[in-house]
């Protein structure tokens, strides 16, 4: 069994940044890839950007990476992946999650709730 737990969410001012991690514990050995979604308030739940295990990294919105917006990254000795989220804005204020790939069992970690004040 895998568990994920997230965090780094909390407040912080438009315009600033900030960095999500997720840890990953257990067998993570079977683990494919690692994915950020987000659950804006009173919507569904998103993909926000993916890292396999290769290091091989997907953006759902390939306009926001281009702009620096999103960077996800992994350390897979620390079995640890992060998202980078800079000049945030309120629209980013949602429920982060972290997902795993390829093992059984709950795939999703707990959240972390990332609010931006303007």
């Known amino acids: 069994q895998v568990l994920l737990v997230e965090s780094g969410g909390g407040f912080v001012q438009a315009g600033g940044s900030l960095r999500l991690s997720c840890a990953a514990s257990?067998?993570?050995?079977?683990?494919?890839?690692m994915s950020w979604y987000r659950q804006p308030p009173g919507q569904e739940r998103e993909l926000v950007a993916a890292?396999?295990?290769?290091?091989?990294?997907?953006?759902?919105d390939s306009s926001a990476k281009a702009k620096g917006r999103f960077t996800i990254s992994g350390d897979n000795a620390k079995s640890t992946v992060y998202l980078q989220v800079n000049k945030v804005g309120p629209e980013d204020t949602a429920v982060y999650y972290c997902?795993?790939?390829?093992?059984?069992?709950?795939?999703w970690g707990q959240g972390t709730q990332v609010t931006v004040s303007s």
């Open positions: 257990g067998d993570t050995t079977c683990i494919s890839t």
């Open positions: 997902k795993q790939t390829g093992c059984d069992g709950n795939p």
């Open positions: 890292i396999t295990r290769g290091g091989t990294t997907h953006y759902q």
